[in-house]
C-alpha cells in the first residue's frame, strides 16, 4: 500500500470550506483512497472514498487528481464538531496504515 | 446496533501482570484488527483476523497475542505488562469484500490502558 503524507495541522473558520490535501505519489492502479477522522481520542470513523472520480456524500467531498497522486478532502460548512484528526489512508489489502494525520481545529 | 464493544474502557496494570481486552461485534464482519494508538499519533496495526481460527501478525504484535474461536469475539492477550505498553487500543471490524471498493472498518470506543 503507498505511503501517504499530510500537513500535521490546519486551522479552518467556522462556516467555510475546509480543504484538507493529502500526497500518494507512489498509489498504484487498484488501490483506493480512504479518508477517516477521529474526533477526540474516539474511534476512527469513516467519511469517504475514492478510486479516481470524485465523489461526494453527506459528510464529505473527495476531489482525485487525474494523476491520482494527489486529493482533497473538502468539508464545504466546517461547523466546530468538525475538529479532529483527519487520516487519509490508501488501500487495497487487508490492512490500513494510519500515518498522523491532519489535525483540523476549526475556528469559531 | 451496538456494532464493536470493547472491555473494559479503563485499566491500570501493575508491570508483569496479565490482561485480556475484549472485543465483540454483532454485525457479522469476517475481519477484525486490534489498533494501539500512542500519544500523538496515529493508530498502528497489532493484530488482525480474517475469519475464525485465522490471525495474523501486523506492524507492532510483539508481547501481544490473539486469538479467533467466534466470528463475534477477538480478545487481545498482554501476556506480562511493560511500560511501553501505556497505550489506547482500539478494535475495529469490517465485511469481506467482493472487490477493492467500500474497505471501511467499523471502530470500538477505545481501551485505556496505563502499565505502571
Known amino acids: 500500500d503507498a505511503k501517504t503524507t499530510q500537513p500535521p495541522s490546519m486551522d479552518c473558520a467556522e462556516g467555510r470550506a475546509a480543504n484538507l490535501p493529502c500526497n500518494h505519489s507512489?498509489?498504484?492502479?487498484?488501490?483506493?483512497v480512504y479518508w477517516y477522522r477521529q474526533i477526540h481520542s474516539q474511534g476512527p470513523q469513516y467519511i469517504i472514498h475514492g478510486l479516481k472520480n470524485n465523489e461526494t456524500n453527506e459528510m464529505a467531498s473527495l476531489i482525485i487528481t487525474e494523476d491520482r497522486k494527489s486529493s482533497t478532502l473538502i468539508l464545504p460548512h466546517a461547523t466546530l464538531r468538525d475538529t479532529a484528526v483527519y487520516y487519509c489512508?490508501?488501500?487495497?489489502?487487508?490492512?490500513?496504515?494510519f500515518g498522523t494525520g491532519t489535525s483540523l481545529t476549526v475556528i469559531p | 446496533n451496538a456494532g464493536v464493544t470493547q472491555t473494559p474502557k479503563f485499566r491500570i496494570l501493575k508491570i508483569g501482570q496479565s490482561m485480556t481486552l475484549q472485543c465483540t461485534q454483532d454485525?457479522?464482519?469476517?475481519?477484525m484488527y486490534w489498533y494501539r494508538q500512542d500519544p500523538g499519533m496515529g493508530l498502528k496495526l497489532i493484530y488482525y483476523s480474517v475469519g475464525a481460527g485465522i490471525t495474523d501478525k501486523g506492524e507492532v504484535p510483539n508481547g501481544y497475542n490473539v486469538s479467533r474461536s467466534t466470528t463475534e469475539d477477538f480478545p487481545l492477550r498482554l501476556e506480562l505488562a511493560a511500560p511501553s505498553q501505556t497505550s489506547v487500543y482500539f478494535c475495529?471490524?469490517?465485511?469481506?469484500?467482493?472487490?477493492?471498493?467500500?474497505?471501511?472498518?467499523?471502530f470500538g470506543a477505545g481501551t485505556r490502558l496505563s502499565v505502571l
Open positions: 454485525m457479522n464482519h469476517n475481519y
Open positions: 507512489t498509489i498504484s492502479g487498484n488501490e483506493y
Open positions: 475495529a471490524s469490517r465485511r469481506t469484500l467482493t472487490s477493492g471498493a467500500k474497505n471501511i472498518q467499523y
Open positions: 489512508i490508501t488501500n487495497t489489502g487487508n490492512q490500513f496504515y
